[in-house]
């Protein structure tokens, strides 16, 4: 049996242990109708923009659904409408341009972007301006082509090799390391995780690659980095399968999921996801039950957030203690 057989056949295995039916409809992340603006319009990350559709789906008060995920990319509604009244923003892609836009939003008193989904910390501490708050766990580990003879376990020191470009080929395969595009979340936190500061000149990167998206895995020799929570999702079918040929691999001989497709809390490129929200604003009564700390309607919601792939925070979701700039 194949490496394809047996991922499809897990595909169906991880929807059982998952709670998820085979044949779940995949989730989006724009409100529908468009101009179902919701109270808290939030953009950002590839890679949280599915749970958090879900949660906008999810959470409700007395004025009806409370958030409204706007997805990182889409191939019509550019721009995007984020409030009933003016505010119409270019559609941010990815954690650092979904930060950028909710800067935007409070330095212009917009109120355009009312938080940011980040699939990282902070880039910038010089001001505590804005809080990242932690909501789910997910993993970033690497992919490579369904079938490629390159080994399926990489160390750290491999992959830092590897993205500076001072090893460029295994088991006789010319490597051909590729990032997403720069404003990704995923992209920084790989690169952090594996003491990458300035990839090589060897890596492929441009503002059409797209994260957790496995159709830029084309030939034997392509590695990237993948939302270890995404590839689950995908594989479970909750949300649009982008896997394509990408099979996951192992860092330092640990694997990034167990046997029942969860998340292995001892995979070596742990993180935590975010929503980011303006640090004047976390005693608004909205913001507050919404996002802060353990009782919030987020952290409540667990088992959303587990049936998109991600683990669970306990006492640690909603703390406001992280705070940055950028």
């Known amino acids: 049996m194949n ?7 897990g595909a169906g295995v991880g929807a059982v242990a998952l709670g998820l039916g085979a044949l779940a409809a995949p989730a989006y992340a ?3 109708p468009a101009t179902d603006y919701r109270q808290l319009a939030g953009v950002g990350s590839d890679t949280t923009q599915d749970v958090m559709n879900a949660l906008g789906d999810t959470i409700t008060n007395s004025s009806g659904k409370v958030i409204a995920s706007w997805n990182a990319t889409a191939t019509s509604t550019n721009p995007i409408k984020t ?15 979904g930060i950028t836009a909710l800067n935007t939003a409070v330095d212009g008193s917009t109120g355009c972007v009312d938080f940011a989904r980040s699939s990282r910390g902070p880039n910038n501490t010089t001001t505590t301006d804005l809080t990242f708050i932690p909501y789910a766990k997910d993993a970033v580990s690497w992919v490579k082509q369904d079938g490629s003879t390159l080994p399926d376990n990489l160390t750290t020191a491999q992959l830092k090799a590897i993205y500076e470009c001072t090893l460029t080929s295994l088991n006789g395969i010319t490597l051909t390391p590729i990032l997403p595009q720069s404003a990704s979340g995923t ?15 060897c890596v492929t990167s441009n503002s059409t690659i797209q994260e957790n998206d496995g159709s830029a895995i084309d030939s034997p020799g392509d590695i990237f980095p993948y939302s270890v ?15 394509g040929d ?3 691999g192992s860092v330092n001989g640990v694997g990034a999921r167990n046997d029942d497709l969860t ?3 001892s995979f070596p490129y742990l993180r935590n996801v975010y929503n980011v929200v303006p640090t004047a604003k976390l005693s608004d009564s909205l ?5 802060v700390g353990t009782g919030s309607a987020v952290c409540q919601n667990t088992s959303v957030i587990t049936t998109y792939g991600f683990g669970a925070l306990a006492g640690d979701c909603g703390s406001t203690t992280l705070k940055g700039e950028s």
Not at 3 to 9: E, N, P, Q
């Open 3 to 9: 490496v394809k057989s047996r991922l499809r056949i």
């Open 187 to 201: 992209r920084a936190f790989f690169l952090n995780s594996i003491g990458v500061t300035t990839p090589g000149s």
């Open 83 to 97: 409030k009933a009244t003016g505010c119409q923003i270019a559609r941010p892609d990815g954690s650092g341009a």
């Open 246 to 248: 990408a099979v996951l």
């Open 263 to 265: 998340l292995n809390l």
């Open 30 to 32: 724009d409100p529908s």
């Open 229 to 243: 929570a995404q590839y689950t999702a995908q594989e479970s079918f909750v949300v649009d399968d982008r896997r």
């Open 287 to 291: 913001i507050a039950a919404t996002f």
